[in-house]
T-cell receptor, first 112, second 111 residues
Framework: AQSVTQLDSQVPVFEEAPVELRCNYS??????LFWYVQYPNQGLQLLLK??????LVESINGFEAEFNKSQTSFHLRKPSVHISDTAEYFC??????????FGSGTKLNVKP | SAVISQKPSRDICQRGTSLTIQCQVD?????MFWYRQQPGQSLTLIAT?????????ESGFVIDKFPISRPNLTFSTLTVSNMSPEDSSIYLC????????FGPGTRLTVL
């Protein structure tokens, strides 16, 4: 069975500060890893994903995540956040692109 | 990409009634998925809906409570039956179309 743990339910941070949102997973099989973002009053959007190859993946808006197999982690980072990054972020795993297992989410609150 | 719409976007219902949520996709997809996001919790897969066959339910979810229809490759409905306050959640439709896309969700409040 797969499970995803996001230890931080809320992360407050000041604008232009760096941020890391933690995600750990457990799985008995190889999985694909995803980060989704949910802006206020909007649906889930894919932020980035790890399928294979380079363990460091990047999004178009400056976020990156690194797959660490030994630590079973896929932490999301951004060196300098903006007010517009305020949203809830969900880590997810899937082994077949059909069933997704989500973490409990981390609310990122960027303050001016 | 796939654009997904859901109706209604939100509803407030009385205990014991049923609500049918519609999900429409702008492209043909083989599988559609229904998720539930309870307050303060993560998304949980309810069932997978394939066109032309019975939906496949995850552990803890049953057809009598959450009947699903999948009449064609772009549409599905989820009914929340005999509702109780514990059914208050956001219900999301999702499809796999080169990546996983999610609808905007239906926010259900049961009084």
């Amino acid at each position: 069975a797969q499970s995803v743990t996001q230890l931080d339910s809320q992360v407050p941070v000041f604008e232009e500060a760096p941020v890391e949102l933690r995600c750990n997973y457990s799985s008995s099989v190889s999985v694909y890893l995803f980060w989704y973002v949910q802006y206020p009053n909007q649906g889930l959007q894919l932020l980035l994903k790890y399928l294979s190859g380079s363990t460091l993946v990047e999004s178009i808006n400056g976020f990156e995540a690194e797959f660490n197999k030994s630590q079973t982690s896929f932490h999301l980072r951004k060196p300098s956040v903006h007010i517009s990054d305020t949203a809830e972020y969900f880590c997810a795993v899937s082994y077949n692109f059909n069933k997704f297992y989500f973490g409990s989410g981390t609310k990122l609150n960027v303050k001016p | 990409s796939a654009v997904i719409s859901q109706k209604p976007s939100r509803d407030i219902c009385q205990r014991g009634t049923s609500l049918t949520i519609q999900c429409q996709v702008d492209s043909q997809v083989t599988m559609m998925f229904w998720y539930r996001q309870q307050p303060g919790q993560s998304l949980t897969l309810i069932a997978t809906a394939n066109q032309g066959s019975e939906a496949t339910y995850e552990s803890g979810f049953v057809i009598d409570k959450f009947p699903i229809s999948r009449p064609n490759l772009t549409f599905s409905t989820l009914t929340v039956s005999n509702m109780s306050p514990e059914d208050s959640s956001i219900y999301l439709c999702s499809v796999e179309h080169n990546e996983q896309f999610f609808g905007p969700g239906t926010r259900l409040t049961v009084l």
